[in-house]
């Protein structure tokens, strides 16, 4: 079965400054997408980064990038320059690439930023 | 445009009402999802509706009972909770292709069962 684990459940950072939030998954798929997801305490899920296992090149979206290494099913997600709006809970997640519409989503990381 | 929304925002409900909760999404999506998320935790898949049919039902309890009246729409018709059904309900979307596309999500509705 799949699973997908977060190991920190609280962070904080600085504005400003970076972070980075761990994820761990394991599978025995070999094709399969992995998401970062943001859902502030305003509550509405928003995806901040997708990964296609595929895809040896780590995604990146602005200031946020992935740390994507396959053998050793690790996905860690990177804030640059810290802003008091990335306060958030962020939740790491896998999708099977074939059959399924299951999203499996880790426990989830919150995120505090300080000034 | 990648927006889902749901309504209401808030609904409280005693245990032998019955009520409904409704999303929608106009992005030609053909894959509709509801998701249950109590506090701090992630968000749990109760139901898929692939090309407006129930393709997953992940043993969400008959009180709770999805519909999807086309591929714009879906409800989620509450009847007989129990407090501890209390929670936020997530409606998504996504392509619906199966090819690990984006799921988007709705803003909730946060339940409060009495």
């Known amino acids: 079965a799949q699973t997908v684990t977060q190991s920190q459940p609280e962070m904080s950072v600085q504005e400003a400054e970076t972070v980075t939030l761990s994820c761990t998954y394991d599978?025995?798929?070999?094709?399969?997408?992995l998401f970062w997801y943001k859902q502030p305490p305003s509550r509405q899920m928003i995806l901040v980064i997708r990964q296609e296992a595929y895809k040896q090149q780590n995604a990146t979206e602005n200031r946020f990038s992935v740390n994507f290494q396959k053998a050793a099913k690790s996905f860690s997600l990177k804030i640059s320059d810290s802003q008091l709006g990335d306060a958030a809970m962020y939740f790491c997640?896998?999708?099977?690439?074939?059959?399924?519409?299951?999203?499996?989503f880790g426990t989830g990381t919150r995120l505090q930023v300080f000034p | 445009d990648t927006e889902v929304t749901q309504t209401p925002k808030h609904l409280v409900m005693g245990m032998t009402n019955k009520k409904s909760l409704k999303c929608e999404q106009h992005?030609?999506?053909?894959?509709m999802y509801w998701y249950k998320q109590k506090a701090k935790k992630p968000p749990e898949l109760m139901f898929v509706?692939?090309?407006?049919?129930?393709?997953i039902n992940e043993s969400v309890p008959s009180r709770f009972s999805p519909e999807c009246p086309n591929s714009s729409l879906l409800n989620l018709h509450l009847h007989a909770l129990q407090p501890e059904d209390s929670a936020l309900y997530l409606c998504?979307?996504?392509?619906?292709?199966?090819?690990?596309?984006?799921?988007?999500f709705g803003p909730g509705t946060r339940l409060l069962v009495l």
């Open positions: 997640a896998y999708r099977i690439f074939y059959n399924t519409d299951k999203l499996i």
């Open positions: 599978t025995s798929e070999s094709d399969y997408y």
């Open positions: 998504a979307s996504s392509q619906g292709d199966r090819s690990g596309e984006t799921q988007y």
């Open positions: 509706y692939s090309y407006e049919k129930l393709s």
């Open positions: 992005m030609g999506h053909r894959a």
